[in-house]
């Protein structure tokens, strides 16, 4: 929520004390800039020795820290959001993270940023901060000083909306075939369980029925017996398709919704839960059945490797976002690999540009936080 | 003994009228809908209910909320209550006005004809019938809380088969024990359960609610 608010309302213009003292961390910025960039050209000169590729991603965290502090001073000051620009670093080693660094556009952001900050940044802070100090109408010039400065700098800073677009189409991309391979394969599973389970049943149910219906008059004990495996085989069938059911749309979603259907999960879970889920109105039906086969996904996790006695489950609707957290008070550890129980609850809710974050130190607790925006309808009577 | 249906399946609805009959109920109406439901179940107050959970117009759990304000408006009128599923949460719901004269089956076990109708007639009774299926639920979960954690297994296992509605001599026929054991193992669990002396089938009814609001 206070994101959202943040990212909307117009900055408001800053206290005399937070001027000050931005015009300090610019300042600072300035200076801490003018140390870095030697380091980082001896470091790029160094690469061609060995020496220089621990320097160099050594100095490029060091900047991207650098830009980020600026990226937040702007957000605290204009009230508009900077995004993280960044790609996401999924390489191993070092040089699979330098690599992914080095090709990323926003690490030369950065670069012509700590230009401009280095030839500004340093002189901006000074003079907003000896007006304020010495001049009687400092106290409104240096706001303003200091407020374009950083509208500059966040412009040098922000993605072009080429790179937004092409990277929101990357991910587009991305979730719609996973979506759809994920949607394949469930297919295929019903196909199977109904092939193997109900529809074997009803064969052999069919053909014991008509088996009866020859013995009826020779061996009226042998019909006999014949109806009741019928019976039987006919019973066996329907729980299949009960269970098939449950796997495709838990009825008691249908009925109650999601704050039921995650009610009814904690109940049947094999640990203690504790449901705290306010909403009012409706979630789309598919974001439902997503929410809650993450969150069934999520408890199922928790109890086969968490070995954690108790959970938790928190829900809340604000400002256009689904928010759901499901956290144990197990041993921790919890990492997503491919295939497994948390990457499935990532493509499950990427299909409705959802995420999840998973905070899961050795030793526990394990918290996932599930966020992805959606509407709500009124609630049905 | 006047009954009340209310089931949307016309098949079924007719099925469960010839059924009733031929064992000497008398269904004084039928509905196919949740509003109609409630109706007919506030109008005759009958001396038992059967209700699917599932009726127009939503098609969602109408049913369960007709025989839910039902009894709340009427306390202990018996219903039993059928549904393709079973699931604790309504189990829970039908149990929580602290009334017998409950049951909630599958609508498979319709098939086995004298045990379901045995089963209209435990509830009808004020007794329970819980399907074996939320019994199996209840067990599969490892965190039984207090008292109940200090059942034995054997004594978790009784106080399942009391919750599915059967009798002293039935938990013995199917534990393979004596009655005089059933007995004791009841008296145990009603002792650790804290529970009020009092008829022994209240009783029953009161340890087979703190079973399932565990």
Redesign the interface.
């Known amino acids: 929520m206070t994101t959202a608010r943040e990212s909307r309302s117009p900055g408001r213009s800053p206290s005399a004390t937070t001027s000050l003292r931005a015009a300090f961390l610019i300042a600072i910025q300035g200076l801490a800039g003018i140390v870095l960039l030697p380091l980082l050209i001896v470091s790029f000169a160094l690469v061609v020795i060995w020496v220089g590729l621990p320097m160099l991603a050594l100095t490029l965290s060091l900047l991207r820290g650098l830009a980020m502090s600026q990226r937040r001073l702007a957000r605290r000051i204009l009230g508009v959001k900077v995004p993280m620009p960044y790609r996401k670093i999924g390489g191993e080693g070092l040089l699979d993270r330098l690599q992914i660094r080095l090709t990323d556009p926003a690490t030369y952001r950065d670069i012509a940023w700590l230009l401009l900050t280095i030839c500004l940044g340093f002189a901006v802070g000074l003079v907003a901060m000896i007006f304020y100090i010495v001049l009687p109408l400092g106290v409104l010039a240096s706001p303003v000083i200091i407020r374009t400065y950083l509208t500059v700098t966040s412009s040098v800073l922000r993605r072009s909306d080429t790179e937004v677009m092409e990277q929101r189409i990357g991910e587009l991309a991305t979730s719609r075939a996973e979506t759809v391979d994920t949607q394949s394969a469930e297919i295929r599973r019903i196909e199977r369980d109904l092939h193997d389970g109900a529809q074997a049943r009803l064969v052999a149910l069919s053909m014991n029925l008509g088996l009866a219906e020859q013995m009826m008059e020779k061996d009226p004990q042998m019909s006999r017996e014949l109806l009741a495996e019928s019976?039987q085989s006919?019973?066996v069938a329907?729980?299949d398709l009960?269970g098939l059911?449950?796997g495709i749309h838990p009825?008691?979603l249908?009925?109650?919704g999601l704050v039921?259907g995650l009610?009814?999960l904690a109940?049947?879970?094999?640990?203690?839960v504790d449901v705290d889920v306010v909403m009012v109105g409706r979630p789309p039906a598919p974001v439902e059945s997503a929410v809650y086969f993450a969150v069934a996904e999520a408890l199922t996790n928790a109890a086969k490797h968490s070995t954690a006695?108790t959970a938790w489950i928190w829900l809340r609707h604000n400002a256009g976002r689904l928010s759901v957290t499901v956290g144990d008070s197990g041993v921790g550890g919890a990492v997503a690999s491919p295939g497994g129980g948390l990457h499935g609850i990532e493509r499950r809710l990427a299909a409705f540009d959802g995420t999840v974050t998973v905070a899961s130190p050795i030793g526990g607790p394990t918290i996932i936080a599930m966020e992805l925006p959606c509407e709500l309808s009124s609630e049905?009577i | 003994m006047r009954v009340v249906i209310g089931e949307d399946l016309a098949l079924l609805r007719d099925g469960l009228i010839r059924l009733l009959r031929a064992h000497d109920f008398d269904v004084v109406e039928a509905v196919d809908n949740g509003p109609g439901l409630l109706r007919a179940l506030l109008n005759h107050q009958p001396d038992v209910a059967i209700v699917d959970?599932?009726l127009p117009p939503?098609f969602?759990?109408e049913g369960l909320r007709a025989a839910i304000e039902a009894r709340r408006q009427v306390p202990g009128l018996p219903i039993l209550v059928l549904s393709?599923?079973v699931?604790?949460?309504?189990a829970?719901e039908l149990l929580a006005g602290g009334n017998g004269g409950i049951g909630y089956l599958?609508k498979?076990r319709i098939?086995d004809l004298d045990q379901f109708v045995d089963a209209v007639r435990r509830v009808a009774a004020g007794g329970t019938a819980m399907d074996p299926e939320v019994i199996a639920?209840l067990l599969?979960?490892?965190?039984a809380?207090a008292p109940l954690a200090s059942l034995t297994p054997r004594e978790q296992e009784v106080l399942g088969l009391m919750a599915e509605g059967r009798s002293n001599a039935a938990i013995a026929g199917s534990l393979f024990i004596t009655e005089k054991a059933v007995g004791k193992y009841t008296a145990a669990i009603f002792g650790k359960l804290d529970l009020p002396v009092s008829e022994d089938d209240n009783r029953r009814v009161l340890a087979v609610i703190r079973y399932l609001d565990q």
Not at chain 2, 140 to 143: E, F, G, L, T, V
């Open positions: 019976r006919a019973s329907l729980t009960r059911v449950r009825p008691v249908a009925d109650r039921g009610q009814a109940l049947a879970a094999a640990l203690e006695r049905k | 959970v599932r939503t969602t759990d393709q599923y699931d604790q949460l309504y829970r599958l498979d098939s639920q599969a979960r490892p965190k809380a």
